[in-house]
Structures are given as structure tokens and as C-alpha cells.
């Protein structure tokens, strides 16, 4: 089994930065190949949706239109981490934030081609 842990939300200014990280572990890891790894976030009453993703090499990102411009998605497959990096937030980018992986190339905008999910870690923005 794969586990994901996200770390670095938090509570930030409207404008303000905030990096998400999302490190991959797990006792059969070694044996699993990370493919394509994304973020996907979950506001209260609202679905959840696509942010950002990366495929296996790096090569490739996607992201939601919403967030084009002020996040960056990156990777070090090395430590077996993917990073979000959020410039000038706003309040509407308050939510849940969850971190996902998938054996697939990638990238994927669509959930439910993702295999394992984090917990999530909060990010609100305030006005």
C-alpha cells in the first residue's frame, strides 16, 4: 500500500504564497511505480475538483484554468515528493487540499484515474 501525507497548509492573506507538499511512503512503495501525481481540492458544499497535475517524468503539467498563472505543480522523484507552489491566493482557493497518485503517465484531471489519496491539509485564505 501506498500513503500519501500532505503538509504546508494553512491560513494566508488574500495575495499572500503558500507551498503544499505531498510525500509518498509506504511498505510496498519500492515496488510501486509512481506515475502521475495531481492535486485536487474540496470547498464545504462544493464537489471536489482538479487543480494541478504532473506526469512520471515532469515533462507534462495540467491545470485547472482556475488557478493557470498562480500555481506551479513540480516534483523530485528522488525524495518521492510532488509539490504545489500557490501564488497570489484568494479566498475562493480556501479549501481542503489533497494530494493523489496513480501508476498512469499522466497528467489526469479526472479523479477517478487516481489509485491512492492523502488526507488533506487545509488551506483558507482570508480577505
Known amino acids: 500500500q501506498v500513503q500519501l501525507v500532505e503538509s504546508g497548509g494553512g491560513l494566508v492573506q488574500a495575495g499572500g504564497s503558500l507551498r503544499l507538499s505531498c510525500a509518498a511512503s509506504?511498505?510496498?512503495?519500492?515496488?510501486?511505480?509512481?506515475?502521475?501525481m495531481g492535486w485536487f481540492r474540496q470547498a464545504p458544499g462544493k464537489e471536489r475538483e482538479f487543480v494541478a497535475a504532473?506526469?512520471?517524468?515532469?515533462?507534462?503539467?495540467a491545470y485547472a484554468d482556475s488557478v493557470k498563472g498562480r500555481f506551479t505543480i513540480s516534483r523530485e522523484n528522488a525524495k518521492n515528493t510532488v509539490s504545489l507552489y500557490m501564488n497570489s491566493l484568494k479566498p475562493e482557493d480556501t479549501a481542503v487540499y489533497y494530494c493523489?497518485?496513480?501508476?498512469?503517465?499522466?497528467?489526469?484531471?479526472?479523479?477517478?484515474?487516481?489509485?491512492?489519496w492523502g488526507q488533506g491539509t487545509q488551506v483558507t485564505v482570508s480577505s
Open positions: 504532473i506526469s512520471w517524468s515532469g515533462g507534462s503539467t
Open positions: 509506504g511498505r510496498t512503495f519500492r515496488t510501486y511505480t509512481m506515475g502521475c
Open positions: 493523489a497518485a496513480t501508476q498512469g503517465l499522466g497528467p489526469y484531471r479526472d479523479y477517478r484515474l487516481y489509485d491512492y
